[in-house]
């Protein structure tokens, strides 16, 4: 098995923190994972992006020419990746801003992300309701490490942050 | 400590490594892609009750090490190409005082202040002494964060045996790129006695550290002091990884992140029943000769790099014409993927 995801979105939508939380997720499950982060000037508007590669056996290069998956906040970041995915890759996008057509050429996941998080209460988590639905659709890595990796990474004591970011990775996981 | 795996990047794990190998100095000034690592150093280096210092500019921070090595201390500097010619003049020094001292390069493109996408155009720099005079520092060239981890650590101890700098080479990928590394439990709270160190000579014979030998013949045999340690240095720390070389009849060779690559490729070739192998040197200078010696005249090499032939000069070298030495490189920003290779293999196979 080896599975190469390519997030990305705005600056500031929690590209990056999806693929490190996805990327502990993997090491949690006993997999080979890199993670790899567009680490250049960036604008603000423009797009950010990170690479997460999963896999059973050692992993060569953690940059990502053609992705399995991809992960998508925001329409330039469609504009800038959309050709990187395999034929009869997966699309994760957010629709909040528009849905996407359905294509021959990929399977698409879209739901209002963002909107669902601002429900929650924080549209901060925009991108654990877009990690939810990847676990779902491919059940790679088991929510319960994810959680795991939560309980890892949020300040301590801050049970608010544990519990909303929980929430949206149910939620997300519902769609 | 115990055996604890945690998701980390290359930057992060060498400052990591060095922080738990005993590393108390670190002068380094920010430069994209390694600026993980002097963070790191900022906020975990002045916990371990080390000294971290931001200097003003590259050369004060190599000559801030050069100091600090002098009276003792494990001292590491680190920055990315455009910084790390800017150290050379320090680096030569330290050679020159035979002073211990880690000196991290995370490459990045050039020449001049190029680019900050990951290179491996800094070899023959690294691997030729970099500044003047006729010295080498010993190199070093992890291929994964783990071991980006644990060579960091290794390096402190080099470069205190043999008294001189030693280079942690790797390139933005390695530095960027997170991975799991399994920590060691190794800490060291007592560093090696040096009994050359300034360390205040109450009670005993100063001891002098300088590169500056002026009274006729001191120099020279200064420097054959110097090329007997680099003879024992080749002798005893040759390293390298060595893949499928029985039977082989490509071998491709390839150090740091593009090594991962070519072994990608090399899997997916042996996959198909293609006779390839690999050879990922380890230590850059001195560079791996044992693994070259091979009696098959119709084995050919394919040295595979980010630059455009740098460690091939040094392939090329060990097998000394006894077989063919082919080369594919990308650089100032391109990074060769596994198709690329795979296609030149079958050329090679073809032709």
């Keep these: 098995m080896i599975e190469r995801i390519i997030i990305a979105g705005s600056g500031g939508q929690g590209v990056m923190l999806l693929g490190k939380v996805l990327a502990q997720g993997a090491m949690l499950e006993g997999k080979q994972v890199t993670w790899f982060p567009a680490y250049g000037p960036e604008v603000r508007g423009g797009t950010s992006h990170c690479m997460v590669t999963i896999s059973d056996t050692e992993i060569g290069s953690p940059y990502i020419a053609k992705a399995d998956v991809l992960i998508i906040l925001n329409n330039p970041s469609l504009e800038k990746f959309k050709s990187r995915l395999k034929n009869k890759g997966l699309l994760i996008f957010d629709s909040s801003l528009g849905l996407i057509k359905p294509s021959k050429l990929m399977e698409i996941i879209q739901f209002p992300f963002t909107e669902i998080a601002l429900k929650l209460g924080n549209i901060k988590v925009a991108n654990m309701v877009a990690l939810g639905s990847y676990l779902s659709a491919r059940q790679v890595i088991k929510p319960a490490h994810i959680l795991e990796v939560f309980q890892f990474l949020a300040p301590a004591g801050n049970l608010k942050i544990l519990e909303i970011n929980r929430a949206a990775l149910e939620e997300g996981e519902r769609l | ?351």
């Design chain 2, 1 to 351: 400590m115990g055996k604890i795996k945690i998701l980390i990047s290359g930057n992060e794990a060498i400052a990591q490594g060095a922080i738990q190998a005993g590393c108390n100095f670190y002068a380094g000034y920010p430069i994209t892609p390694q600026n993980e690592l002097i963070a790191y150093m900022a906020k975990n280096l002045t916990q371990a009750k080390g000294v971290f210092i931001q200097a003003e500019s590259e050369l004060a921070a190599i000559s801030m090490v050069y100091g600090a090595s002098a009276a003792g201390a494990r001292a590491m500097t680190s920055s990315s190409s455009p910084g790390i010619s800017l150290k050379q003049e320090g680096i030569s020094y330290l050679a020159g005082a035979k002073l211990p001292a880690v000196i991290v390069n995370i490459m990045r493109g050039g020449p001049g202040l190029g680019n900050i996408a990951p290179a491996q155009s800094d070899y023959f720099q690294a691997t030729r002494g970099g500044g003047h005079g006729d010295y080498q520092t010993l190199v070093l060239a992890p291929g994964s964060v783990q071991e980006a981890y644990d060579l960091t650590q290794t390096s402190f101890d080099l470069a205190d045996k043999y008294r001189l700098p030693v280079m942690i080479l790797g390139d933005g990928i390695l530095g960027q790129m997170m991975e799991p590394v399994t920590l060691s439990a190794r800490k060291i709270k007592v560093l090696p006695l040096k009994s050359w160190a300034l360390t205040g000579c109450r009670g005993r014979k100063p001891n002098i550290v300088k590169s500056f030998f002026l009274r006729e013949g001191d120099l020279e045999k200064f420097n054959l002091e110097l090329q007997k340690n680099y003879a024992l240095i080749r002798r005893q720390e040759e390293r390298y990884e060595a893949l499928y070389l029985k039977d082989a009849k490509i071998i491709l060779v390839a150090y740091g992140s593009m090594a991962r690559i070519a072994k990608s490729a090399l899997m997916q070739l042996r996959g198909l029943g293609k006779k390839i192998g690999l050879i990922r040197p380890i230590s850059l200078w001195p560079f791996p000769q044992k693994p070259f010696q091979l009696k098959n005249k119709k084995i050919k090499f394919l040295v595979v790099e980010m630059s455009y032939g740098q460690m091939l000069d040094d392939v090329r070298l060990a097998v000394c014409g006894r077989q063919k030495v082919e080369f594919l490189g990308r650089s100032g920003g391109g990074v060769l993927n596994e198709e690329e290779i795979i296609k030149k293999v079958r050329e090679l196979v073809s032709s």
